[in-house]
């Protein structure tokens, strides 16, 4: 049985999802990522990485996998003509649109999958808001956990590889090997940065910043050692280390 | 190379899209489609149709296929758990905010391809503060027009077949073969309508109504007799309609 | 008995107003109609085709007639100087908060009568907001349905009288008779449009315009043979017309 | 020449409204006024008198008349059914819109003539939005100042009658004789609030309040002794006061 | 016992706080007041005026004072550099917001104690909004009304001393005799203005302005004069009247 | 000479504001804080913290001290009475407005210290919305970045003292002795949250959850402890940890 949402009938929806259900919504987003990867690299991990770990443990958790957010909160970007964002406003607006319909099942837990840093905070923000107006249990995981909020990049990138970095790149590369070009990309990494004690992404100064705030190519990492090789071990640690979040998810309990 | 609008890199946007592109917003939605039918017709009809399409005349009409919205606004199916939807405000924001980016491209034209009936008159609305706002000449087209906003049905289902009917689930048993149930359904078409003169779908008088007002199913239709084959002929028909119409709206020019 | 709604005192509402009450929101304009007509032609004609259609079956039908709404959406003229018009977002609202004082009275029917087609789809919008949120049965009926939604116009027009065009200015003339000067107008009817075989008025291609798309003067169509006895003949058809909707809306049912 | 903004067409909007000219918006509401008057009372008011008003000085001081606006915030009646009443924030978006369309014209001046008491404050914070955003000099001028906002009342209703009292009860019946039926009116005056130093309208504390706050009937004052002749008498008073602020409007200037 | 709401904890919320509660809200603003005094002047007052009124008669009253509101709507002075303000709309959501929560305690009185004149219409506008929405019995008093609202001015200011003036400019050396530097001070009263019959501060015509309408220098009235004697008697006198007012507060009913 | 924004003069802003200027703006809290502590201890630790740093670096490095914010986004105590909060939306209008206003000045770092961890998500979304918007270089800081967005907790409590606990209650007696009770806390630390893996304060799952869900006193974290003395070495640690962060915020660049 299809373990996708949409793929249930109405009535079934009554049947089928309840209090032990888990809801996993993708978010992905449709944004330059430089000039080696095409805009779709946020909406395309966030996807197949949720598949993959539905695939893997939807039965055996009881996971729904609802239809991946294209566009989201991609305001980092929006000096490059063709990436599409929603305003945190309107962002706001969707998630509480999509909480109060999923309320009217019977699942009491909604877990946002994030593949696009930019989107971290306001989830997270959002996770309150959907607690509290519809009483769901809501959790925020990423692919990867974004080095601006708290997860990790390679040594080598300073921990900066943040967006189109080697990680991100060789990924895509696995998941898409014909849509990756790396003959124009250099090392961008803003090596300045990192002299930094506290203004630094994962330091204790959170700032404020744009993708064309270091460079004008809007990539920050150093693609230019990315392989299929390595994306593809990065993707399956990824799925795997997302199953067994979920596996925690599922009997997550306040313990009050 | 890709049609797909997020297969571009960002700075491919510039390069590929101008004034003679069209860009290709397809609309689909999640809900309720009675017992025989998921909850993703709309949104597999408006992505499929939008897909051949694309396959078909992208290249000669320098079409760009952008990613499918997959919920709108279905709060006539609000009454049914499980049913997605956003509100006509959210919509109308999401629409903004995806209007205001794709304008920093160099494209002028902007069709919404829209699969879902209860999206029509506000994405008919949009047309117009899209073009205001931004610039675009705006179109909306539709996989079948719906019988509501204009459109014929089947004359067996006097006119009614708008929701869940025999054209609807054909076609979706042609692209989806394996998701359609006709085991349990019946002729549901709301008969007393057919006599009025002016409050009935496509009438003169346009009327408020949400898919339980006529049937506790909430399918409006005769699926009874659907098959695979009819619902081929008539996606093709449909996919070669909407060549012809972007054809013309390729050229199209207010003539002033 | 006064069938005006306002008439009514506060205690009134509750002893009149009851579930066989049909309430009737004219629903007007004020915008450029060129340079033979003046910007009320939409308020004129709305308020005027309501006050005859509750003068003659307002007491057969039980029908209330609120104050015409004079101002709405008319931004396709946002170009023309004077042109009022409320935002789409102000317009809902405004319907919005009448539909929740309205819900206060016992009626269940609530008809808006449009006389400016710029309003048409959202109107038709509304009619399901205020069917889900206020268990209103809502209709939208017009003078005469604007072209550019399914309605007729001449075949001299080639179907595109659709502002300030032969039928509205003989309409107008026979109401105001004194208002209306033909000294200056030609022939604005955009042939070229007329070729399409989709992309025009109530064509299978819905399309964005403004009024000054097809040319500066801003009026559509062919108001020079324009005659109040066509007028007169044509608002008492639309009345005569709209009387029988109203008949037909007094005892609608969804027949579940 | 009609001085009614609407009668004009549009390009005499250019034409004729200039620095030089008023632009007046009456403001009306339709609300529960007792079981004496019916709920038009402050639309029959503001748009009767805005027309005197026009009909003397209209010429002399270039005024154009607006399309009255029969329904704002009477949310102090929403206890009553059949109210109409726009929440403050859809009436402020509807100001501003209309600010945004008369800022295309050429005028300089525009005046709200506010009929309804319970619109002052929030009429009074337009005025320097409109001013701020559109460059406006804005006014607000009343038929006769609300005894709550600082303006008189008489002394048999200790300065209370405030809504379908004496004053408006009586100017009412000037201007439509036959809504007005004294028969089961009482003397309705809140006496304790007399006392009062402070916590009283127009005393040094404002207050909150509702209509039915003081009594269940809704109305406050004592319209015992209306006439038609003391109506007539303050009707022409008003119109008088009027048509002087409106000249002191006209030369009006900062100084600065 | 501290008389600071914030000072309560959260379990002596619904121990202390009740029916016979008073919640007194100060509003300040951060503007320009000219250059002789500082922008916090309305809020330094407001606060000031709070805490001394609260002194004085907070326990035989049960007043709880709640954290000053330092920054409203100031948009009069927003071509100054600097000045703080937010959006009509903005504190209106505020003020529903603190609304809705403060309605979770017990009180039934809610004074609004406001310390800027540009406030004062959209305070007494909430007045209604929140004793509607949520029950309160709401009150907006003033360390002094504002001469444009109502209250009065020093004759040698013919009236017009509202911003910057010998009263205000004289509290605010009592209270910060440090701040005031009246080297560069001259009169400035709009002379023309009180010429006016109607269009003037206090007058019948209310009309919109902005600080700099006047003088570029952005302060009205004549502060030349002003010292720390006649500050503190103002002063003491303000939070006199303010207890007086409160005490009418603390017992005030409709009557009904 | 104060460094207080507000003890500026409207003239003074343009003459000391400056591109090597800093804005702080603390953010506080007004809600419950268990039986131990009052509603106030985000506010007056925010508000003596900024004080603090601004005293000791506010001249060298170029701060300008903004009003406290004294409430914010505190829903996750929606459920106990008294407590304040703004929604997300009025609060990020809040911040927009501000930085409207701020951007007037000539500075170009505006620094938000948040004394409250449940805005933490929001004001980090804000940052990057303050600096598309209005060019700012924009940073968030903490007196001590809360355990569930990265910072550290005693192990005593597990990492779990978030609210109420050791070194919030200790610092909270250090600035306000006379207002800690601790006669009835006990140790409330949700020992079950600190077996798991991933769903935990600071966890690579992030999950929503309210102050209630843990135990209903509504702090979490083992305050009993607590004293003056650990509380004025966090205090000083932290402000001294400030100071070492504003620096590096001074000279911060992009390096582009």
Not at 14 to 35: C, D, N
Not at 37 to 55: F, N, R, Y
Not at 182 to 199: C, D, G
């Amino acid at each position: 049985m299809s373990r996708r949402y949409e793929d249930l009938t109405g009535p079934q929806v009554a049947e089928v999802i309840g209090p032990e259900s888990i809801l996993l919504l993708p978010v992905g987003a449709v944004e330059q990522h430089g000039p080696h990867l095409p805009m779709s690299v946020d909406h395309v991990i966030a996807h197949e990485t949720a598949t993959a770990v539905v695939e893997r443990v939807g039965d055996e958790l009881d996971v729904w996998q609802l239809p991946t957010l294209s566009v989201s909160k991609s305001n980092e970007h929006a000096w490059a003509a063709g990436t599409l964002w929603l305003r945190a406003e309107t962002l706001l607006a969707v998630l509480r649109d999509l909480g109060r319909c999923l309320a009217t099942t019977g699942a009491e837990r909604l877990v946002l999958l994030n593949g696009h840093g930019g989107n971290t905070t306001l989830l997270n923000t959002a996770l309150r808001e959907l607690r509290l107006e519809f009483g769901f249990k809501t959790f925020l995981v990423h692919p990867s956990v974004p080095p601006a909020y708290g997860g990790t990049s390679t040594e080598s990138e300073l921990g900066m590889g943040i967006h189109g970095g080697l990680h991100e790149t060789s990924v895509f590369m696995h998941l898409r090997p014909d849509q990756v070009d790396l003959s124009a990309v250099e090392r961008k990494v803003p090596e300045a940065l990192a002299q930094n004690r506290f203004v630094k992404f994962g330091g204790s100064v959170m700032f404020g910043w744009l993708s064309n705030d270091f460079d004008p190519e809007g990539y920050i990492g150093d693609p230019t050692g990315a392989t299929a090789e390595l994306g593809q071990e990065l993707f399956e640690a990824n799925v795997a280390h997302l199953c067994e979040q979920l596996a925690e998810i599922k009997t997550f309990d306040f313990g009050r």
